[in-house]
């Protein structure tokens, strides 16, 4: 079964090796050094330089919907055989926020509250960008249930690094299952 692993920038090379993982996501401000495992090829990796900020600020990249649709591009373009890693610096906000919008996109049957009530039962710290959430919950057309589910989890537990969790594909009340990576 695919998986959607999220970690910190520190927990990379770890996740990528332990999991086995073919593409990896990188959400981060720009400048700040990241090296791409051996094991990920080149094109299998998408940098996305952004600051995790929800509103345009002097100085900084606030995510944008150039942004959110390169992910969907590159979400759409794996061919799920190996895991994904999507990672930023602490691993609690735009990390997960990617892969919350990964699934949401990779699977619209499933119910946005369903996995962000699961992201929260994996990451307490876990505060996904809701710049980045709102951006795809329009290019998704989800009418706003995506947004509304991750402000029904609220901001998590303060933390200088998120808990690393793993996403399967698969609905979890239908017998998936989820690792904690």
Do not use: Y
Not at 14 to 19: G, I, K, N, P, R
Not at 27 to 34: E, K
Not at 119 to 147: E, F, H, K, W
């Amino acid at each position: 079964m695919p998986r959607i692993h999220v970690c910190s920038l520190a927990r990379v090379p770890h996740t990528v090796a332990e999991t086995g993982a073919s593409h990896l996501v990188t959400l981060i401000n720009v400048g700040t050094p990241v090296e791409r495992p051996a094991a990920i090829a080149p094109e299998r990796h998408l940098f996305l330089g952004l600051n995790d900020i929800l509103e345009p600020m002097d100085g900084m990249i606030h995510p944008a919907e150039e942004h959110v649709a390169t992910l969907l591009d590159f979400a759409r373009g794996w061919d799920q055989q190996r895991p994904m890693v999507v990672h930023c610096f602490a691993g609690i906000s735009r990390s997960t926020a990617a892969a919350f919008i990964t699934l949401c996109a990779l699977r619209p049957e499933r119910d946005e509250a369903d996995i962000a009530a699961r992201i929260r039962a994996l990451s307490p710290p876990a505060t996904p960008n809701l710049l980045l959430v709102r951006l795809a919950d329009a290019m998704l057309q989800r009418q706003g249930r995506m947004v509304a589910a991750i402000e029904r989890i609220g901001r998590g537990h303060e933390a200088f690094e998120g808990h690393p969790f793993a996403l399967t594909l698969r609905d979890e009340r239908q017998g998936g299952t989820v690792s904690v990576a």
